[in-house]
């Protein structure tokens, strides 16, 4: 299976909403391109770039984002039939496409490219305050006397790190990237750090025991998955009673936002992970900003769920507790929400499914 192949798509701005036709015309455009050349892989990297620069504009600006937006669709549209005119089709030497052969491969390389390069302070210090504000203004424990703290579905292991030294005593960090393991060990190892472990493991069968956590952090993973249901079941499982987990999940509606990640999923489903992180890397773009930029837009499962979903789903997982939770971090786009900015609505929806489950 190509990445290709494996990438799922969640294109509602194409069905309904304010720009209809002109996400339609985008799509067609890019079908046009091609997917077999070098150039053409370019083109829709330096296509992307400009198109999160617009949405930097949008996000910051105070005026309605959506005519503008549909503006950029179609000058997009243009910029790729023109490009489709033009280009020579000889291709330029790449390497193949991803041949990976199932989308939780494709996955765990994804993220395991992107997080590996992470800088000392986006790694120790930016987690720690970023962890802090989210508990704190949700009403969540920063740290128990005892029992066992797991990140499941840890990436590089920085928010297990930042766990730890928000003072949980003992931090387990699992995720299913070899290489993300391998990072998290290296860089707990190098920095003297104890009380944390990190173990290979799949977050829809966790290597824990039955009852033998105190606190879940599930930090938007399971929406990468293709079965939220059982990764809910499975942290379930392993919290005890009186336990306490925290959920995030990606949102839907998702305004104008999640729109512009899922027309560039689609633009970008043939570029090869690593040629779209090089062509970044050479752009200029810092390795944390990579991280953000690259996320959703290369991972081949990106599931949105409603509000109402979400808590179905984990209502049926067990919990007895569901306390949907409305504040972030002073840039995180819950925090604009909550303090009412400006077509914050048009521009993130209902920004994300972030939730405080006890057992």
Known sequence: MTKAEAIQLQMTCTESGPYVQ?????????????????????FKCQLALSFLHLWDQLEASHEDPCPPFREALVRYADAMRACTRVMSGTDLTVGSLDDETDAATLTAEHYGGLFSELSDYHYFEEPVILLRQRLERNGFPLGSSD???????????????????????????????????ETARRRCHEAGLTGLEYRLGDVLDLPAEDASCTFVFSNGVLHHTGNVAKGLCEIFRVLKPGGIAYLKLIPHPGGIHWDTVELLRHLMRDVPCGFARRFFALAGVPANRRYYLLDHILVPINERLTAQECETLITRAGFRGIRRCVRGTDEDRLEQLYQGRPFYREKYGDGVNLYCLMK
């Open 22 to 42: 002109e996400a339609r015309s985008f799509l067609e455009a890019s079908e046009q391109l091609g997917d077999t050349h070098s150039e053409a892989y370019g």
């Open 147 to 181: 029992g066992l703290a797991l990140d499941a579905g840890c990436g590089n292991g920085r928010y297990a790190v930042a766990m730890r030294a928000l003072g949980f005593p003992l931090v387990l960090g699992v995720d299913f990237s070899p290489l993300n393991i």
